[in-house]
């Protein structure tokens, strides 16, 4: 769930990093448009979907690993809920703006090497937004125009509870959409078509149906009784 920290319009006033920062440990904080929200871990199904989407990704686009020992196609940095520092003028003033996707992508040939500090402020090439019904408003409509403002070139919006994958291109400023799955498919997605991802992975196992209860056997008729001779 997100919480949105709001004020009376007569006190209200940019969200600070000191802000962010005070919130308890076991929440996710993020500024955008100047205000500070508060998102709770992830349920299990957002939690399964992350990890198959690092199974997905990691092998053969980070660590740059193909199947059977062999090369993989490389060239990206693949990082789980990196933080990412952008900057807007507001009223003149300098603010930040500090977002946490599910995971972001940076090409290698942009960004060659890692820096000791937690936030980015390279916008990546490609995030990746896995919603839940609390979240789904807010990752699509306030994250994503952050996003498209900084030029991120791709972006993914994962449903685990939709079973669903849509594919997005920054195109002239906006959002296009360029593809969209459901289900177990195999498929090859923008900005990784170099490897075949398999969708299933992402998604809880489904339960089978249930089957109903047996019906107990019916009692046998009662035989006539004999008539006396």
């Given amino acids: 769930m997100v919480a949105t920290a709001r004020q009376p319009d007569f006190v209200r006033r940019p969200a600070t990093y000191e802000e962010l920062l005070a919130l308890p440990e076991n929440v996710v904080g993020e500024i955008v448009d100047g205000e500070l929200h508060a998102s709770a871990r992830p349920a299990q199904p957002h939690a399964a979907c992350s990890s198959g989407i690092a199974a997905l990704l990691l092998a053969p686009f980070h660590f740059g690993r ?4 062999e090369a993989g196609p490389g060239g990206w940095w693949i990082l789980f809920e990196p933080e990412l520092h952008f900057w807007r003028e507001r009223g003149g003033e300098r603010q930040v703006e500090a977002l946490v996707p599910d995971f972001a992508g940076w090409r290698r040939e942009r960004l060659p090497r890692l820096a000791e500090g937690a936030a980015f402020t390279l916008a990546p090439d490609w995030v990746c937004e896995i919603v839940s019904p609390s979240t789904a408003a807010f990752d699509r409509v306030k994250k994503l125009s952050v ?3 900084e030029g991120v070139a791709h972006a993914w919006i994962v449903d685990p509870l939709g079973r669903s994958l849509e594919v997005f291109r920054l195109f002239e400023g906006h959002w296009l959409l360029v ?7 195999t498929v090859r997605v923008e900005p990784f078509e170099a ?5 299933s992975l992402l998604w809880l196992p489904e339960e089978p149906p249930a089957v109903p209860p047996a019906e107990p056997p019916a ?4 035989a006539p009784e004999a008539e006396p001779r």
């Fill in 195 to 199: 490897a075949a991802l398999d969708l």
């Fill in 179 to 185: 593809a969209s799955f459901l289900g177990k498919e």
């Fill in 147 to 149: 996003y498209a403002r």
């Fill in 66 to 69: 193909g199947e059977g020992g």
């Fill in 219 to 222: 009692e046998p008729p009662l």
